[in-house]
């Protein structure tokens, strides 16, 4: 008796592996169809970030809704309205409760969001992040701006706009991975290239204009001879040329940013801000969307993988970065 049970539950374990790699197949040969890659409607994808109403989500956005046109599927966009780890938390929970085809979303706290990403694979849906990382969850991909080498160009840039010395401040966003990263690589590129210079201090400014500006020139009264500002995102970076412009030192301190918003190219334009990191923003919700779209078709083998294949889609994508001045600052304007 015992050895037929063990031959009936043989047969069914065969059984069930037939079905299962029958549907994996048929799954992976359904999103192929003349002319290329394809999706059905009902397929939606989720993009999930901070504070939505940010203009530098826009452009990611704009990528993902391009992918989705061309893969025939259909995104939606959520976010939490501010700058709150607890509302977006929430709000991915309700994002996952409605079982989409993916999630794409950028971490506003690495280790905060670990738990609700990794409930969300649990399910069975695929997440990638980009933009900002969770490193120790269990994310299928990370696509963003190498931020440690994005800090790293404006150090340098910073170096060759002040001739190699001066006093610099940060204006940042601590605990958030990528301000983090960018705020690293610009303290030891000055430490390792450039002893002339040196970060004097680290302010928070919590990505809001006004508490960036209130930073900026507490750091301006403290620090007399200060020659520079770091700042690590959009809207801090107006908040210091605002800062700069109330204590009439415009002509004085040399300020680099980050990201392409419309007032920071603005400041640009009118030389208050010397340069701003761009980042491959398009790229980042473009190929959120494309990687999504391959785990949710098992058209790829999700990284890493348990049997040590060889993941044809990498774990990390750097998106690239460029340099805007007012050389270039017309190249950026939204058209």
């Known amino acids: ?3 037929m049970m063990l031959v009936y539950g043989a047969l069914l374990l065969a059984f069930f592996t037939y079905v299962f790699m029958y549907r994996l197949e048929d799954k992976r040969s359904s999103a192929w169809e003349e002319g290329g890659l394809h999706g059905s409607m009902g397929e939606n994808y989720v993009m999930v970030t ?6 530098y989500w826009k452009n990611i956005l704009k990528g993902f809704e391009d992918g989705g046109d061309a893969l025939g599927v259909t995104v939606d966009y959520r976010g939490s309205t501010q700058y709150d780890v607890e509302e977006q938390i929430t709000v991915l929970e309700q994002v996952i409760a409605k079982k989409p085809a993916g999630i794409a979303l950028s971490a506003i706290d690495s280790k905060a969001l670990t738990s609700t990403i990794n409930k969300a694979v649990d399910a069975g849906i695929p997440v990638v992040l980009f933009d900002a990382d969770a490193p120790d969850s269990k994310a299928y ?3 963003a701006t190498n931020n440690y080498n994005a800090g790293v160009a404006a150090a340098d840039k910073m170096a060759q706009l002040l001739g190699r010395e001066g006093e610099i401040g940060i204006v940042t966003q601590p605990g958030q991975q990528n301000h983090d990263d960018r705020s690293e690589g610009f303290r030891d590129t000055l430490e390792q290239r450039y002893p002339g210079m040196s970060v004097v201090e680290i302010r928070e ?3 809001d204009t006004l508490v960036a500006k209130e930073a900026a020139a507490d750091m301006l009264d403290k620090h007399p001879d200060l020659k520079g ?4 995102e959009a809207s801090g970076g107006m908040g210091v040329a605002d800062a700069v412009i109330g204590a009439d030192k415009a002509n004085r301190i040399t300020i680099i940013g980050f990201d392409t918003n419309k007032g920071t190219l603005d400041r640009i334009s009118d030389g208050t ?3 701003t990191i761009a980042q491959g923003t398009w790229n980042m919700g473009y190929w959120s969307l494309q990687y999504l779209f391959h785990l949710h078709h098992g058209l790829t083998v999700p990284a890493p993988t348990l049997g040590n294949d060889v993941s044809p889609l990498p ?4 998106t ?10 017309n190249d950026y304007y939204a058209k």
């Open 141 to 143: 991909s990370f696509l």
């Open 1 to 3: 008796m015992k050895k």
């Open 229 to 232: 500002i770091f700042v690590t």
């Open 315 to 318: 774990t990390r994508v750097d």
């Open 50 to 55: 901070f504070q939505s109403g940010m203009e």
């Open 205 to 207: 400014g919590k990505g």
């Open 320 to 329: 690239g970065i460029s340099i805007v001045t007012r050389e270039n600052v």
């Open 273 to 275: 801000i010397a340069a």
